[in-house]
């Protein structure tokens, strides 16, 4: 018996998040070390055994997270970890951050000071330049004024700099005017990095591969690869190609809770958006919003009954959904697949998104807290 309500549930598969870390290793240069990106609760798939598996399992030692609550919730998952907060953590908050030991994401001069300036302790830190992504960091015109602000920085009581990031805005696209963008990013961090190499200041990190870039441009001079998305087996882009297996590491499943046969006219689910044809058969299936499986999805999402796509009929209400089973030998207490394999057949979280239109991301990151989440740790 499963140690939970069999209503809606996501099945994560550890050995499939170790093979892709294999994967990501595979396709990083030598010189690149993972930092695993586990913001989010890990994209949605929870960040404890994520970051249990990835630390103790697989030798990870960089952790990207989005917050000081991540930060330090992953701390006490992996007390041995580098953690680096990508976004904003409030001043007030500094002590904090050295108490745990975790690396902050400094973004401009005025905010180093905050920080400093609100605790005695070191505040060990990376410096985020804003080459293109126009969201946060560090924004110059040259890498030599950019470099300038950052010797400042280095210089600074109470601030340890560790190293310098940026992130690419446009890398999962194949268009040639985008390429050229990522590589103009790219040339940016790089020739601030030499700049205040030649100033004599030599930081251990200088990074900037995200998981697009890791899958189209090979970069061996960033020290670390912030994977996130290909870490979970989903691609970046719809459009762009993995150079390698990865394995979506999440499926996400439900019950049938009722099956009954319709006649011509009979409607289905609020606002009577579906009208059925004589002698269907509709099953009733425990999912709906409220777990994230998305209401954009009515009358448009498909679900594996007994390797079968079977259409979703009318709207996805807040706990519940039908689907069209007709031909198909579907019975209340069937488990059904809404992101996963069933036979010869597979949904993907990608999938998924492109019917809605958006993308594989937001699908995970949107299953909601009361999906539980269990593990399998064997093949
Ligand atoms: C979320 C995030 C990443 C990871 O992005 P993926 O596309 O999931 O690999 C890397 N760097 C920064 C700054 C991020 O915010």
């Given at each position: 018996?499963?140690?939970?309500?069999?209503?809606?549930?996501?099945?994560?598969?550890?050995?499939?998040?170790?093979?892709?870390?294999?994967?990501?290793?595979?396709?990083?240069?030598?010189?690149?070390?993972?930092?695993?990106?586990?913001?989010?609760?890990?994209?949605?798939?929870?960040?404890?055994?994520?970051?249990?598996?990835?630390?103790?399992?697989?030798?990870?030692?960089?952790?990207?997270?989005?917050?000081?609550?991540?930060?330090?919730?992953?701390?006490?998952?992996?007390?041995?970890?580098?953690?680096?907060?990508?976004?904003?953590?409030p001043?007030?908050?500094?002590?904090?951050?050295?108490?745990?030991?975790?690396?902050?994401?400094?973004?401009?001069?005025?905010?180093?000071?905050?920080?400093t300036?609100?605790?005695?302790?070191?505040?060990?830190?990376?410096?985020?330049?804003?080459?293109?992504?126009?969201?946060?960091?560090?924004?110059?015109?040259?890498p030599?004024?950019?470099?300038?602000?950052?010797?400042?920085?280095?210089?600074?009581?109470?601030?340890?700099?560790?190293?310098?990031?940026?992130?690419?805005?446009?890398?999962?696209?194949?268009?040639?005017?985008?390429?050229?963008?990522?590589?103009?990013?790219?040339?940016?961090?790089?020739?601030t990095?030499d700049?205040?190499?030649?100033?004599?200041?030599?930081l251990?990190?200088?990074?900037?591969?995200?998981?697009?870039?890791?899958?189209?441009?090979?970069?061996?001079?960033?020290?670390?690869?912030?994977?996130?998305?290909?870490?979970?087996?989903?691609?970046?882009?719809?459009?762009?190609?993995?150079?390698?297996?990865?394995?979506?590491?999440?499926?996400?499943?439900?019950?049938?809770?009722?099956?009954?046969?319709?006649?011509?006219?009979?409607?289905?689910?609020y606002?009577?958006?579906?009208?059925?044809?004589?002698?269907m058969?509709?099953?009733?299936?425990?999912?709906?919003?409220?777990?994230?499986?998305?209401?954009?999805?009515?009358?448009?999402?498909?679900?594996?009954?007994?390797?079968?796509?079977?259409?979703?009929?009318?709207?996805?209400?807040?706990?519940?959904?039908?689907?069209?089973?007709?031909?198909?030998?579907?019975?209340?207490?069937?488990?059904?697949?809404l992101?996963?394999?069933?036979?010869?057949?597979?949904?993907?979280?990608?999938?998924?998104?492109?019917?809605?239109?958006?993308?594989?991301?937001?699908?995970?990151?949107?299953?909601?807290?009361?999906?539980?989440?269990?593990?399998?740790?064997?093949?």
């Amino acid at each position: 018996m499963k140690p939970y309500l069999k209503r809606a549930w996501a099945e994560i598969s550890l050995s499939a998040l170790r093979k892709n870390v294999g994967t990501i290793r595979g396709l990083n240069a030598p010189s690149t070390e993972l930092m695993a990106v586990v913001k989010a609760d890990a994209y949605g798939h929870g960040d404890e055994r994520i970051c249990r598996c990835l630390a103790e399992e697989c030798g990870v030692k960089y952790f990207a997270v989005s917050n000081l609550d991540e930060a330090i919730a992953v701390r006490g998952f992996c007390p041995d970890a580098e953690i680096l907060i990508l976004g904003y953590t409030p001043p007030e908050y500094a002590h904090e951050i050295a108490q745990y030991n975790i690396i902050q994401g400094v973004v401009s001069t005025e905010y180093a000071q905050a920080l400093t300036g609100s605790t005695d302790e070191t505040i060990r830190c990376h410096i985020k330049i804003d080459t293109g992504m126009g969201r946060i960091g560090l924004k110059h015109d040259t890498p030599e004024s950019c470099c300038n602000e950052i010797a400042q920085l280095c210089g600074m009581d109470g601030l340890h700099v560790e190293g310098i990031y940026t992130h690419f805005a446009v890398a999962d696209s194949k268009n040639q005017d985008d390429i050229a963008y990522t590589e103009n990013q790219e040339k940016f961090i790089l020739d601030t990095y030499d700049c205040l190499v030649n100033s004599g200041i030599s930081l251990p990190h200088v990074h900037f591969m995200n998981s697009a870039a890791i899958c189209s441009r090979n970069s061996g001079r960033s020290t670390l690869a912030r994977a996130g998305i290909i870490l979970y087996g989903l691609h970046p882009d719809i459009g762009l190609e993995i150079p390698g297996e990865l394995e979506p590491i999440m499926e996400l499943k439900a019950v049938i809770s009722h099956v009954k046969t319709v006649s011509e006219g009979d409607f289905i689910s609020y606002g009577r958006t579906f009208s059925a044809k004589e002698g269907m058969r509709i099953a009733t299936v425990t999912i709906g919003y409220a777990d994230g499986y998305s209401r954009l999805l009515s009358s448009k999402g498909e679900i594996l009954v007994h390797g079968k796509r079977c259409p979703i009929v009318g709207r996805v209400c807040m706990d519940q959904l039908m689907i069209d089973v007709t031909g198909v030998n579907a019975e209340a207490g069937d488990i059904v697949t809404l992101i996963g394999r069933d036979g010869n057949q597979r949904i993907t979280a990608d999938e998924l998104a492109s019917v809605y239109g958006t993308i594989g991301y937001e699908v995970v990151c949107g299953i909601s807290k009361r999906v539980p989440r269990t593990y399998s740790t064997e093949e």
